[in-house]
């Protein structure tokens, strides 16, 4: 199988009967109308798909395919299905009914989607006549002045004469040569499912528009928001099987694991280095958003009403927290919207926002945020986070976003989910060594100056402590937390200031850099006592809390010694590294010399101590290899 060629997707857009079906057959050869009842009726019902080859040069052409969306206001769903995910369009206006209701509403649907016009095609040019399509032609131009769509060509074409055709062939070719829609094959995998069918033999269908990354034969994906995973069996590109593509393309993917009643329009198919299962990261399920939301002019846009959210091939109800109050006719706010379905929605998503009640669109706008904070109560807060959302809408690149999104959270965000809403951990951290404000540590990206206070106070609370004692770690921890810092984060702060050499990690504990010589020699005096304390008596030790206390030596310091081997721990006693090697060599030398066997009593009589001590130093001797025991005797073991 081959690997699929690049192509061009354009949507068409268009007043119902102003013959877009008719123009994609002309232009592709191919009956967009899949259902037996659309061909009948002559009404595009659903979504069509067609394809064709548009010569650029001599001898180079362009692969496009078409997306053909219904113009019947009664299927305005299906409508918004198709220009969802398709960055180009071709406008399709009738020369005899000129601008109609729904040529105004899909303009505006695609002006707040931010669609890339490629031409306008003002059909049924014969039918009209030349003076009557001139006008149109000018009326459409006007139209769309100001728009997303403004400097799109607009062409006067017939569909059953052939008139115009040619010029339309070569705009489109002319148009798309060497414009992408964005997508990269790089950028993080995801397919905006439109149809789910099953084929005999072959199983569970899918079809959709990849907008990113890349798909291939075998590859394991993931179905959004549910999470249910499926394997790629065979994958297919404008009629043709391919053993992988790349997006931006139309592609059909036969899925292994899953039935097709498990999956419906508006899931997406991701690949699991595009996702994460946790449903705490965004791109797999989100149930709320921030957005930056443009009111058109007819009508307010508040908490009152019931709203339609359409993103992607997705649709589903919200309700709407307009963060400033309401969004007044023909201006833009911010909002916090929260889905009643979760969907699969990323950072920089368009969508559409529509009156269920009145059945008209109302506005629409662009995705801030897909994992926001609880939502802020009071004015102070509201203005202070409308004012970072300001900032992330008019951020022009990705370290300007990325600082953005974390102070949205306060300063604050998960690394994992700004990686996932970003595409991936290599972006992100590529990103961040260039960011001298924020830096990254212990699974969070952080705001430089955020941390500075916090770091502050853990080392105000080392340079108080007395200089001759070592910090608990909880209390530089604390310390932190009484600045506002999270108290998974300090540990990680001390280990920075460990590092940079600040503070001084002993046994667990802290000692400020300043600190350090003289607690070292207070350390060397505490220690001195307790091995005097051990070593006074050696093999008949006294209790250790008795000796930690003369000595005044904290049980960390005590676990120093223990780990350096300098002091061996014997069940509940302590004794001298000297210690247990004297008391081997007078076994050796006594009732153990020559391979001969003895008893513990023998052993307690030739160490002249008591049976609480010999018994843990036989122990010792035992499981450390120097001596064996046969249940009655022991053996010293010839080295």
Request: hydrophobic residues 45%; proline residues 5%.
């Amino acid at each position: 199988m081959d690997v699929a060629a690049p192509m061009e997707v354009v949507a068409t857009a268009g007043h119902v009967d102003h013959g877009k079906s008719a123009l994609l057959k002309r232009l592709t050869g191919m009956e967009p109308d899949r259902w037996d009842e659309e061909r009948r009726r002559g009404l595009t019902i659903d979504l069509g798909y067609v394809w064709t080859d548009l010569e650029v040069t001599g001898d180079e052409t362009v692969t496009v395919a078409f997306v053909d969306v219904p113009g019947h206001d009664g299927y305005l769903t299906n409508m918004l299905s198709g220009v969802g995910v398709v960055d180009q369009v071709l406008f399709v206006v009738a020369a005899d009914d000129g601008w109609s209701a729904q040529s105004e509403e899909h303009l505006e649907i695609l002006d707040l989607l931010g669609r890339r016009g490629v031409v306008a095609a003002v059909t049924k040019a014969e039918l009209a006549g030349p003076e009557r399509t001139a006008e149109v032609v000018d009326d459409v131009g006007r139209r769309f002045a100001g728009t997303s769509l403004e400097d799109s060509p607009v062409l006067a074409v017939d569909s059953l004469s052939g008139q115009g055709i040619d010029e339309l062939r070569a705009a489109l070719a002319n148009r798309l040569s060497g414009w992408h829609g964005g997508a990269v094959r790089d950028a993080a995998t995801r397919l905006w499912i439109d149809r789910s069918f099953t084929v005999t033999g072959a199983g569970t269908i899918v079809t959709g528009l990849l907008t990113a990354g890349h798909l291939a034969v075998g590859d394991e994906v993931i179905v959004a928001p549910h999470g249910r995973p499926a394997r790629v069996r065979g994958l297919q590109s404008l009629g043709c099987s391919v053993a992988s593509v790349a997006g931006v393309s139309r592609v059909a993917v036969n899925l292994a694991g899953l039935d097709h009643t498990q999956v419906e329009r508006g899931n997406v198919l991701l690949t699991p280095d595009s996702a994460s299962l946790s449903s705490r990261v965004p791109g797999l399920a989100t149930s709320a958003i921030d957005v930056q939301l443009r009111a058109l002019p007819r009508s307010p846009i508040g908490r009152r009403g019931a709203w339609h959210l359409h993103v992607g091939t997705a649709t589903t109800t919200v309700e709407m927290h307009p963060l400033l109050g309401d969004i007044e006719p023909g201006s833009h706010g911010h909002a916090r919207l929260v889905l009643a379905d979760p969907l699969a929605i990323r950072l920089g998503d368009r969508f559409v926002l529509r009156d269920a009640g009145r059945r008209r669109t109302v506005g629409g706008g662009v995705v801030l945020d897909p994992a926001p904070v609880q939502r802020p109560r009071g004015a102070e807060r509201r203005l202070t986070h409308a004012l970072v959302l300001d900032e992330l809408a008019a951020a022009g690149d990705l370290p300007t976003t990325i600082v953005a999104l974390v102070d949205a959270h306060g300063g604050r965000r998960s690394h994992e989910e700004l990686a996932s809403l970003l595409g991936g951990v290599a972006v992100l951290d590529t990103a961040l060594a260039e960011i001298a404000e924020l830096t990254a540590i212990a699974g969070q990206v952080v705001r430089r100056e955020q941390i500075a206070p916090w770091t502050d106070a853990i080392v105000a609370a080392a340079v108080e402590a007395p200089a001759e004692h070592a910090v608990q770690r909880a209390a530089l921890v604390a310390a932190a937390a009484d600045r506002g810092c999270p108290r998974e984060l300090a540990p990680a702060l001390i280990d920075n200031l460990v590092a940079e050499r600040k503070l001084a990690s002993y046994g667990g504990r802290l000692v400020h850099q300043d600190h350090e010589p003289t607690y070292l020699e207070a350390r060397e005096v505490r220690r001195t006592g307790l091995l005097a304390a051990l070593e006074a008596d050696p093999l008949q030790p006294p209790d250790p809390a008795e000796a930690t206390a003369r000595a005044d030596i904290p049980s960390f310091e005590v676990q120093e010694l223990l780990d350096e081997g300098v002091v061996v721990s014997c069940e509940a006693l302590l004794f001298t590294r000297s210690a247990i090697e004297g008391a081997a060599a007078q076994l050796r030398d006594g009732p153990g010399r020559d391979g001969r066997s003895f008893t513990a009593a023998e052993a307690r009589d030739t160490w002249n101590t008591t049976r609480r001590a010999a018994m843990p130093l036989l122990e010792h001797l035992r499981t450390t290899g120097v001596t064996s025991f046969d249940g009655t005797h022991h053996r010293v073991i010839d080295p």
